[in-house]
């Protein structure tokens, strides 16, 4: 089942998160600043071949008790990482968009876990005039939103 936009929304409203990156989609650096900015705790696990300092490169290096994790992986399918994210307490999966698979889609279902998929976490976390403000408008006048 798709999640409502309240639920999108309040998947925003964690104190903490888990970001998996590959450092191809922009907007997950947006994101992870953006929380930051917002006093969020983010974790990076940055699989690419120049990570950032003090990212993590795996998720085994995550804290246990986590709930909320945001991938966004072009080089691998997301859903390699999703069993492990689960085993750390994600509950709660956000796939960026167009990084959606078959695979991670179907792997969480199958660990019962939530999942978002089909938009970009700026489309929420954004504000003001910028390109995720323009795309945020158009999406609530057509109902994607």
Do not use: Q
């Not at 999108?8 to 922009?26: G, I, L, Q």
Request: net charge positive; proline share 5%.
């Amino acid at each position: 089942m798709e999640p409502t936009t309240s639920e999108r929304e309040n998947f925003w409203n964690a104190k903490t998160y888990a970001f998996v990156t590959d450092n191809t989609k922009p907007a997950m650096k947006w994101a992870i600043s953006e929380l930051k900015n917002r006093g969020k705790d983010v974790y990076v696990i940055d699989l690419s071949d120049k990570p950032e300092p003090g990212s993590l490169r795996k998720v085994s290096e995550l804290p246990a008790g986590l709930n909320r994790a945001v991938l966004g992986v072009t080089i691998t399918d997301p859903g390699n990482f999703i069993s492990a994210l689960k085993e750390k307490g994600i509950t709660k999966i956000w796939l960026h968009w167009k990084t959606e698979t078959e695979k991670a889609v179907d792997t969480c279902k199958a660990e019962g876990l939530e999942c978002m998929t089909e938009h970009c976490p700026m489309m929420y976390l954004g504000s003001g005039f910028s390109i995720h403000g323009i795309h945020r408008t158009i999406a609530k006048m057509t109902g994607k939103y």
